[in-house]
């Protein structure tokens, strides 16, 4: 090696000997703009970049844009593996991120990206083209800072991963996610991440028979509290829900399968904690979603809860002699605590909530 690097011809027979599938994966493993100078390594590098299949775009300066779109213009590969873009999008750029799209579905673009970085809801929005609603290469689709309108026919029949962050889902939001998810039959993986935050949102994925995994996270953004959440899907089995500002109500139509649970705070502040007043207590809304929605969960064989939960269970029982003790069915209890006031003796009635099932395995981190 210290031979080749005191000689740079060797170094360039080297490259010229590797061959063209060796070469493509080097290159795609590398960013863009060191993929497009590798070129003047090697004259057998110098128009490889013109066939790259993994493109991965972030802007930092701005003028990346244009580099971009003149990159599309000179492609000569036949298939795009990956399209990741991540830029702060402006209305004026719509033409252009269109182009961006067009040529990803036309190039049977596998993983799809679009992060378009917003700093603030008043930042305006992308509406996403219909075709790529009807991408049958598409595998893994990812969408942040956009609207999402669906046109009247959908078919995603390889979609294996479904991931949207702060989208606003059009104003029929329940048939939009059913509507997603019953056209896309290969369908594992979704999560939705601060969406729908002005409208009540309806995850409706009762027409999706292969979805497995569902997450839904809601972290400290603002959200109109006025709104309400529905959650109907039957075959899911590992669901996620973190959240950190709750809405006004929830109801869980339909979760009939799900085997594991986890509930936490996404970012969770100790002035949400259960607070005393006296010989009273105020349960602040944190805490009531916890209490309503885990009775839908307690045939689960996987829970994951935080150390609030566990209080907002003991203290219930304490303060609010109307409430139901809760029955579990779970073998694997997780909980995570921090050992405070409450705790322990809610890791008591997590354990006395067992029916006649005996807990494999208990963590207490």
């Known amino acids: ?96 991120v269109n182009e ?37 290469s598409l595998v893994s ?35 939009t996610i059913r509507k997603i998810t019953s056209r896309a039959p290969l369908l594992e993986r979704m999560s939705l991440v601060n969406c729908s935050r002005f409208r009540n949102f309806n995850i409706d994925a009762s027409e999706s028979p292969n979805l497995k995994e569902l997450a839904i996270i809601e972290t400290k953004v603002d959200l109109a509290r006025s709104t309400g959440m529905d959650i109907c899907a039957p075959s899911v089995e590992k669901l996620v829900f973190l959240y950190a500002s709750p809405r006004r109500e929830y109801h869980v139509k339909d979760v009939s399968n799900c085997l594991e649970f986890t509930f936490a705070l996404s970012d969770q502040p100790h002035e949400y904690l259960w607070k005393e007043v006296g010989e009273e207590l105020l349960s602040l809304r944190y805490h009531v979603v916890f209490l309503n929605l885990l009775p839908h969960f307690q045939h689960v064989r996987v829970l994951r809860i935080c150390n609030w939960c566990v209080q907002s269970l003991y203290k219930a029982e304490v303060y609010d002699k109307t409430r139901s003790r809760v029955s579990l069915s779970c073998t694997n209890l997780e909980i995570n605590t921090s050992f405070q006031r409450w705790e322990l003796p809610g890791v008591t009635y997590m354990l006395k909530a067992q029916l006649q099932q005996s807990i494999t395995r208990c963590f207490v981190h």
């Not at 799809?112 to 083209?129: Q, V």
């Not at 990812?142 to 995603?156: A, F, M, N, R, T």
């Open 141 to 175: 689709l990812s969408q942040k800072g956009c609207v999402l309108e669906l046109p009247d026919s959908i078919y995603l029949p390889n979609l294996h991963t479904l991931s949207l962050t702060r989208m606003e889902i059009g104003s029929r939001n329940g048939r």
């Open 100 to 136: 961006w799209m067009s040529f990803a579905i036309k190039k049977e673009v596998e993983d799809l990206k679009l992060d378009f970085d917003m700093k603030g809801d008043n930042d305006p929005l992308y509406i996403l083209p219909p075709f790529i609603f009807n991408c049958e």
């Open 1 to 96: 090696m210290a031979e080749i690097e005191k000689n740079p011809k060797k170094m360039t027979n080297m490259f010229e000997r590797l061959d063209e599938r060796d070469l493509h994966n080097i290159l795609n493993e590398l960013p863009m703009k060191d993929a497009i100078r590798a070129g003047f390594l090697s004259r057998k590098w110098r128009n490889q970049w013109k066939y790259l299949a993994n493109v991965v775009f972030k802007q930092s300066t701005g003028k990346e844009i244009e580099s971009l779109t003149h990159f599309i213009s000179l492609h000569r590969g036949n298939k795009i593996k990956k399209f990741h873009v991540e830029f702060k999008y402006r209305p004026n750029k719509e033409d252009q």
